[in-house]
């Protein structure tokens, strides 16, 4: 591998290359809590500022498309400038922005700053994920990967349950004034890391130059069904146990538990993971989840029934995105961040196609039409899923 054309990070040699996963899963576990924050107090955030909650989860919409325009466009300068700065910088706008979420005076601003908040996490994310890959050891990459995606299992049970807990007893704008501290707390992390990257040199590739790899159309497919699904789903989930449950906000602190445990639990798999390849697992653990969404138009209307089904999609969803990360940057590992970029690209895509489309049919059809939705998307990731790898094999699919 010639080094014009990968990012390589080097931690300081007084820093164990722990201490980097460390730091990256705390960078994880910020910008995911700025995104998961919103569904659970959308009702709060609603009723403060004198707007209906499907107008208010536009702002969750209008991050994720900065996040995928960011990821798309910018994300290259990842491989040119280094991670490390890019990572550094990215914060920084990230914290900027959280404070602007706190001082919005109407939900005009309010979805403007979360556009901010997301072209600084389409970067981001990509420089995160990258960084875990690079430093990996050999045969240990998705044990790796796993640790640092525990960030989004910190921003689920630390993050949102404590929002809830915030917006109930002060202000959803302490929300954000929390989490911009805590973007602070990791950019002062990052400093003092002092993780050293060597750029690639000559001009970094634009993600879209990426998609004439082998097999990453159908991966990017598989990335697209499987985000909105969840992020769809998700940014109603906290309206449906308010209004339709008829439940305090508090109550979406122990659904944020359930899956944020099963995302952590997730973790102890990932030597499985190693040792049985993401080829056999990733059609397994899109057929899971599946699973849940029926689930949950079955048993949605309890919220017993909805902690325990989040429990499990935790698991799977930490699981689809492990695999999914290791699946993309196999296929070229000189163009990690590249190949990051697009992944995000997609993810967020996902997050506002589902955020703004699952909006209407929420209001006119409920939430058990979300689940019944996700769950088509799902039987598309699996079919894209097996037709790849069937595909891959030399097998012709006839339909």
């Not at 969750?60 to 798309?72: C, E, K």
């Not at 002062?188 to 097999?215: E, H, T």
């Not at 919220?303 to 930490?318: M, P, S």
Request: with cysteine; hydrophobic share 55%; aromatic share 8%.
């Amino acid at each position: 591998m010639k080094n014009s054309q990968c990012l390589e990070l080097h931690p300081e040699p007084s820093l164990s290359p722990a201490k980097a996963v460390y730091v990256l899963t705390g960078c994880v576990g910020v910008i995911g809590a700025n995104s998961m924050v919103l569904g659970p107090i959308a009702p709060a955030v609603a009723s403060s500022i004198g707007a209906t909650v499907p107008t208010v989860m536009m702002a969750a919409a209008a991050f994720g498309l900065g996040t995928a325009t960011s990821a798309l466009f910018l994300a290259r300068l990842i491989d040119l400038v280094g991670s490390a700065r890019m990572l550094k910088f990215t914060m920084t706008l990230l914290g900027v922005a959280l404070l602007l979420c706190a001082a919005s005076p109407s939900v005009a601003m309010f979805i403007a700053a979360q556009l901010i908040a997301g072209i600084a996490s389409g970067i981001a994310l990509p420089a995160i994920y990258a960084s875990a890959a690079a430093i990996a050891e050999p045969g240990r990459e998705s044990r790796t990967i796993g640790k640092v995606l525990t960030g989004w299992t910190l921003s689920m049970i630390a993050g949102v349950s404590f929002s809830v807990v915030l917006a109930e007893l002060f202000s959803w704008r302490a929300v954000y004034v929390s989490v911009s501290c805590l973007a602070a707390l990791a950019l002062i992390a990052l400093f003092r890391l002092n993780m050293q990257d060597r750029p690639a040199a000559g001009i970094a590739p634009s993600p879209l130059s990426a998609l004439g790899l082998p097999g990453i159309k159908s991966l990017l497919v598989v990335c697209c069904a499987f985000m909105t699904a969840f992020y769809g789903l998700y940014a109603y989930l906290g309206d449906h146990l308010h209004q339709d449950l008829g439940l305090p906000v508090t109550a979406n602190g122990g659904v944020a538990i359930a899956y944020g445990a099963g995302f952590g639990c997730a973790a102890l798999l990932s030597g499985m993971v190693d040792r049985f390849g993401p080829k056999r697992l990733m059609p397994l653990v899109l057929l899971v989840a599946a699973a849940v969404y029926l689930g949950l138009a079955l048993f949605g209307s309890t919220l017993v029934g909805v902690i325990c089904l989040l429990f499990v999609l935790g698991l799977v969803n930490h699981l689809g995105v492990n695999l999914l990360i290791q699946r993309l940057t196999a296929i070229d590992p000189a163009k990690r961040g590249t190949l990051m970029g697009l992944n995000s690209a997609v993810t967020y895509l996902a997050v506002f196609a589902g955020s703004s489309s699952y909006g209407p049919l929420y209001t006119d059809h409920g939430f058990t039409a979300l689940s019944l939705v996700s769950l088509a998307l799902m039987g598309i990731a699996v079919f894209t899923c097996m037709w790849r790898d069937f595909a891959g094999q030399g097998v012709k699919v006839m339909g």
